[in-house]
């Protein structure tokens, strides 16, 4: 593994563990060229996975690009790094198991939102706007009104 900070190609293994719920392998890796310290983690693949994107293009499934709309979702939110990791894994092994290779965005779209309306609604509200491309404030009117009937209590 190349050092991330100085380039060096020769890297140590310090420790190795899996993740909360097994779905990777979590490596603490030291760098004898700078001394640095980082962390990799190791996931099965399934199978290569393409998103057909809703203009009709297609791009490799980009396990970060999730990750980060969701983190961004949950920014300043009073969710833990192991629960955002669960999600984006949950999602993950859902599309893998869905035993297609090309998965249209709005699967991935819906799946994440999904899973953020039972996590937490202020970040469902903030990824549903992008997602659904919310333009003034009627259609936060709107949305709001309709995640009102779908309370559960």
Do not use: W
Request: proline fraction near 4%; hydrophobic fraction near 30%.
């Amino acid at each position: 593994m190349r050092c991330p900070f100085c380039g060096h190609d020769d890297t140590q293994v310090k420790d190795s563990r899996p993740t909360e719920d097994n779905s990777a392998i979590r490596r603490r890796r030291s760098c004898p060229g700078c001394g640095s310290r980082f962390t990799t983690f190791e996931r099965v693949q399934i199978r290569d996975l393409v998103v057909i994107k809703t203009d009709g293009s297609r791009v490799p499934f980009d396990r970060e690009k999730l990750l980060r709309s969701v983190k961004i979702a949950l920014r300043k939110r009073p969710v833990d790094e192991e629960q955002i990791e669960r999600i984006v894994n949950g999602i993950h092994r859902h599309l893998e198991s869905m035993g297609e290779n090309e998965i249209p965005s709005k699967i991935i779209g819906e799946a994440v939102m999904d899973r953020l309306m039972d996590l937490d609604k202020v970040a469902y509200v903030r990824f549903a706007s992008v997602y659904r491309n919310f333009r003034e404030a009627k259609d936060f009117e709107d949305f709001l009104g309709k995640m009102g009937g779908r309370r559960d209590d």
